[in-house]
């Protein structure tokens, strides 16, 4: 079955070289020409570290990184409180067969664009929206609220991705539980509570720091809800990057605000990984 | 008791359903609004803005533009991705962990960052604005997810199935096209039709790197600067349209045929 000997060994290589180079020229080589960009003055072109120390001694700068954690652990928090009890209730208390398709429901606003999703949130929040609407009609309030434009309409729009998201990841966690956990707690003499409390939540939490996870990165690197739902009025890093581009021209100052946010999710990445490790040990 | 808790139950399903639809129902809803503003009361139902969508070329360009990007660079990214994962499933390669964890790398960055990154590569390097820039990102994004999918599919059957069509002479080449890629089929297609979808939903690398031939999410962005319109709920709606058209159609012929 040998081919010739140098044509065996050459194959190989030419199958992986063109995803390697691939990689190398538009993943690796950006990023080594974003961190040159990121230590050069953005008049004249010296070297200077002043767009870092910019972050550190700018409080405006320390704002966005403050409001974007604020926001995005929020965001993840609540997500994970909606969702666990929805995905329990899909896995536990739907019929087997119709679980397929009320999962199909669940994420089907998933398959609109994201922009566009954005942007309906936008119209159910308006000043003159359904929301406000509704709530002048049953009498509730006289006036609109101030919605749109909030952190609360972010946070909105950013919970009602991360919920269809979560619900997914946890649905399939509980599904991958075998019920013989359950019965051995029960003959045990555990109440469905105890051994939800006992059982149930510490094998899914696992899963449940996945997600976590997965909604912190996507979330903290999101620049298109903050933008149309949050307006301007309180800036996260992502808007405070593309500002630097948009307005400035500033490549410098944005490589470096976009090292700064990389190396966020690098700390948050390595202490989620250390903590899922030891909750497996 | 235990009646009340299913009750609460269901209730709270049904709130999170509630939750879950009533952007998308507000959006379809008003797109068919006869008047100006998509915002109660209901003054339809009217399709004018469907039409005004239709008649207008910097949005149909913008959708001829988005599904070319998207067909052409996920054929790029599951090509590449394909050759790859064939590549380190069959043979032993020296650091062959190290290559692979190379190949996945970009899956743990955000989009904004490969965008920048893009960004300030082309601009230092010449390259002008365009949607091959923004296409390039894009194989960037879906390549390793092409690459993860087929080659977690790459089983130790598959290899004898090559091994056997090897020993009766066929060329390395012929094994690939003739035994490896319907043998394969399943995971190419899936990784084609999610970096189909992931491209033609991407925003920030496009807006980043195309300038005035752009795609459709980078339109409908401009299209949010006139505030709310109904123009922007009717292509949203057709752009969920197609989506769930790509949903059912993938769900009946993928799933279905996927043996339990």
């Not at chain 2, 996920?74 to 050759?83: E, H, I, K, N, R």
């Not at chain 2, 010449?126 to 690459?147: D, E, M, Q, R, T």
Request: with cysteine.
């Amino acid at each position: 079955m040998s081919v010739s000997g140098s044509n065996s060994r050459a194959l190989p290589w030419a199958l992986v070289t063109p995803a390697l180079a691939w990689t190398c020229a538009f993943f690796v080589l950006p990023f080594i020409a974003m961190g040159f960009s990121s230590l050069t003055a953005h008049e004249g072109g010296g070297f200077t570290i002043a767009n870092y120390s910019q972050f550190f001694t700018d409080p405006s700068y320390w704002r966005a990184m403050v409001n974007s954690l604020e926001v995005t652990g929020t965001v993840t928090v609540i997500s994970i409180l909606l969702a666990y009890p929805f995905a329990w209730i899909l896995a536990e208390m739907v019929p087997e067969r119709w679980q397929r398709l009320a999962l199909i429901l669940a994420v089907l606003p998933f398959w609109t664009s994201y922009v566009v999703r954005s942007y309906s949130w936008l119209l159910v929040l308006a000043q003159n929206g359904v929301v406000n609407r509704a709530l002048i009609g049953t009498g509730l309030i006289a006036e609109p609220l101030q919605l749109a434009n909030t952190r609360l309409a972010t946070v909105t729009g950013f919970v009602h991705f991360f919920v269809m998201l979560l619900t997914l990841t946890i649905f399939a966690n509980l599904k991958q539980l075998s019920p013989s956990y359950r019965k051995a707690a029960a003959d045990l003499g555990a109440g469905p509570v105890r051994t939800f409390l006992h059982v149930v939540l510490p094998l899914t939490l696992p899963g449940i720091m996945v997600g976590a996870f997965l909604t912190f990165v996507l979330c903290i690197g999101d620049y298109i809800t903050p933008q149309i739902l949050g307006g301007n009025n309180e800036l996260v890093m992502p808007q405070l990057v593309m500002m630097q581009i948009g307005r400035r021209g500033d490549f410098p100052l944005a490589s470096a605000l976009s090292i700064i946010l990389m190396a966020v999710v690098t700390i948050a990445y390595l202490a989620c990984a250390r903590w899922l490790k030891i909750e497996r040990a | 008791m235990r009646a009340l808790v299913r009750l609460t139950a269901w209730l709270y399903a049904i709130a999170i359903y509630g939750f879950i639809f009533l952007p998308v129902v507000v959006l379809v809803l008003f797109s068919l609004q006869a008047t100006s503003f998509p915002i109660p009361p209901f003054t339809g139902p009217s399709l004018r803005w469907y039409q005004a969508v239709l008649s207008d070329a910097r949005l149909t360009s913008a959708l001829v533009n988005s599904l070319l990007v998207a067909v052409l660079s996920s054929l790029a990214s599951v090509t590449l991705g394909f050759l790859s994962a064939w590549g380190f499933a069959r043979f032993v390669l020296p650091g062959s962990a190290f290559l692979r964890g190379l190949i996945t790398l970009p899956l743990t960055v955000s989009y904004l960052i490969i965008g920048m990154g893009l960004l300030v590569l082309f601009n230092w390097a010449g390259v002008p604005k365009s949607l091959v820039a923004a296409g390039i990102g894009h194989v960037v994004i879906n390549l390793p997810l092409c690459f993860a999918i087929i080659y977690s599919q790459m089983g130790d059957h598959q290899i004898n199935i090559e091994r056997a069509a090897r020993d009766l002479g066929a060329a390395e080449w012929k094994v690939l096209l003739m035994i490896t890629v319907p043998v394969m089929a399943p995971a190419i297609f899936a990784g084609f039709f999610l970096s189909m979808t992931f491209s033609w939903d991407e925003f920030v690398i496009s807006f980043l790197l195309t300038r005035f031939e752009t795609t459709l999410p980078v339109e409908i962005w401009n299209l949010l600067r006139s505030g709310l319109n109904p123009k922007t709920n009717a292509v949203g709606s057709l752009v969920f349209a197609v989506s769930i058209v790509l949903v059912v159609f993938f769900e009946l012929t993928l799933l279905r045929r996927k043996p339990a």
